[in-house]
């Protein structure tokens, strides 16, 4: 398994954590990622990757309701609302993770942490999401 990859369960551990009991998100990251021998690099990508889906999540959030065409966010699994965020966080935030990479990464982590049919729910978001934004004109 990838550092990157152990970074973005970690974040995904953290914001399930979070969404599950709101409390002070840097005790709860720090808890998750003590001992962990992902090394620094990654520990650091992952408190980055973290912050950034925390600091727009609202955005985010609102882009799930767009994008999840007669889907209300409640209604959509904790675990998969956050695998979105983190995706998306990625696709509009971060340009220096390929667009591919990072749905992959979202669609094995919801293989992986959630079921076979909420992958493929994501999958379908992700892929509208994509679409999309390669069809909006320049600004």
Do not use: C
Not at 85 to 106: G, S, T, V
Not at 111 to 133: C, H, M, P, R, W
Request: zero cysteines; a negative charge; proline letters at 3%.
């Amino acid at each position: 398994m990838t550092g990157r990859r152990k970074a973005r369960e970690l974040v995904l551990k953290a914001l399930y954590a979070y969404e599950m009991l709101p409390r002070d998100i840097s005790q709860i990251y720090d808890e998750l990622a003590d001992g962990n021998a992902m090394g620094q690099e990654n520990l650091d990508f992952a408190r980055h990757y973290m912050d950034t889906v925390l600091k727009n999540q609202d955005q985010l959030d609102r882009l799930i309701t767009k994008l999840a065409d007669n889907w209300d966010l409640d209604r959509i699994a904790v675990i998969d609302k956050i695998i979105l965020r983190m995706a998306l966080a990625e696709l509009y935030f971060m340009p220096d993770i390929p667009e591919k990479a990072a749905i992959n990464e979202a669609i094995d982590l919801a293989k992986q942490y959630s079921t076979l049919e909420s992958s493929s729910f994501v999958n379908g978001i992700l892929d509208t999401a994509l679409a999309e934004s390669r069809h909006k004109p320049a600004e």
